[in-house]
């Protein structure tokens, strides 16, 4: 036999090796475009039914959430199981889609190239681009039935008559005894109502009380300023980013009975 002819040791289970290695590396790739489908769906699944994670920069909330102007806008975590079980209740942080009349200074973000735009949009059902809708963020004052006004001898808001412990503003319009008031000449600017908020509605105002276009300031619109019930996306429950700022969010009772 010649040389070229001699067997060499171990070239039988390196070929095997190398061609179980090749099937390998052929399966991941066949496998891989599977994977990535069962991630999106159930990336979809999940921010449709469970919960998805909302940036709304507005200084409406300040300082319960960072939204000003200069600031690092706070990520939020917005859970959307509760109410599928029960209706958001007075103290409550929630995101909720405007109404028609909230929307006047909402820009769409969605780009004018169709391609683009659709890409913006499938991005979208997964979470990896926002959606384009004018989503806010606001505490739940008063639901349906009840009814909000502005202000007791304190400068308090009611509800029913009986002022609102209300430990998370910090920021408000001036409010004198006997020197600016509600029955001055000239009134402080937290007077509002009584509104009387619809069956299936509630009130919302921002944290910020001086700095927040809210319900009061909707309340010439067909629904008074309450927004629908069927419009809220979900409950505002942790902030996650930016990690200084991690946390829950609190949403105290805030009805005195």
Known sequence: ????????????????????????????????????????????????????????????????????????GDRIVVEKVSYRFGDPQPGDVVVFRGPPSWDGDFVSTRSSNVVVRGAQELGSLVGLVAPDENDLVKRVIATGGQTVECCDEQGRVL????????????????????????????????????????DGNVWVMGDNRS???????HVADDLQGTVPVDNVIGKAQA???????????????????
């Open 1 to 72: 036999m010649t040389d070229s002819q001699t067997p060499v040791p171990g070239n039988d289970e390196s070929d095997r090796r190398s061609r179980r290695s090749e099937k390998k590396q052929r399966s991941f790739w066949r496998e891989l475009p599977i994977l990535v489908l069962v991630a999106l769906v159930l990336s979809f699944l999940l921010q449709t039914f469970v919960a998805r994670v909302y940036l709304i920069p507005s200084e409406s909330m300040e300082p319960t959430l960072h939204g000003c102007n200069g600031c690092t």
């Open 211 to 217: 700095n927040s276009a809210d319900s009061r300031f």
């Open 159 to 198: 509800v029913d008559g009986q002022p609102l412990d209300e430990p998370y503003i910090t920021m408000d319009f001036d409010f004198v005894p006997n020197s600016l008031t509600c029955d001055t000449p000239i009134r402080s600017g937290r007077c509002f109502g009584p509104v009387t908020v619809p």
């Open 239 to 257: 902030i996650v980013l930016p990690p200084g700022r991690w946390g829950l969010i609190d949403d105290p009772d805030i009805q005195q009975r």
